[in-house]
């Protein structure tokens, strides 16, 4: 069974960095289309950034030039590195992923079918 599980999560100052760390488990991790996505309370989930198998990457808007994704293939190990952390950036990450997810869906969190359970980020002001 494929299983994502995350960690790295925290409580941080604005302005701070934390990277967050996925570790998938029950499959061949190069074969998988990966996502991080995030909710905060209230609020609809929203995909935050996406890797493909040929290592395209798309990222949201609200993330750009902050947020890094990277992977290590050899531990099966996906992770976001996230910089100057914002209080809107507050919220439970989860780590998502297929064998295969659409162009045009890759920030969708309804395109994944394997999640974690999740690792929540608190940033204060």
């Known amino acids: 069974r494929v299983q994502p599980v995350e960690s790295g999560g925290g409580s941080v100052q604005a302005g701070e960095s934390l990277r967050l760390s996925c570790v998938v488990s029950?499959?061949?991790?190069?074969?998988?289309?990966m996502v991080w996505v995030r909710q905060a309370p209230g609020k609809q989930r929203e995909g935050v950034v996406a890797?493909?198998?040929?290592?395209?990457?798309s990222y949201a808007d609200s993330v750009k030039g902050r947020f890094t994704i990277s992977e290590d293939q050899a531990k099966n190990t996906l992770y976001l590195e996230m910089n100057s952390l914002k209080p809107e950036d507050t919220a439970m990450y989860y780590c998502?992923?297929?064998?295969?997810?659409?162009?045009?869906?890759?920030?969708?969190?309804?395109?994944?079918?394997?999640w974690g359970q999740g690792t929540q980020v608190t940033v204060s002001s």
């Open positions: 029950g499959s061949t991790y190069n074969k998988f289309c």
């Open positions: 998502a992923a297929d064998f295969w997810v659409p162009f045009n869906a890759r920030l969708r969190q309804n395109a994944y079918t394997y």
């Open positions: 890797l493909d198998t040929d290592g395209t990457i």
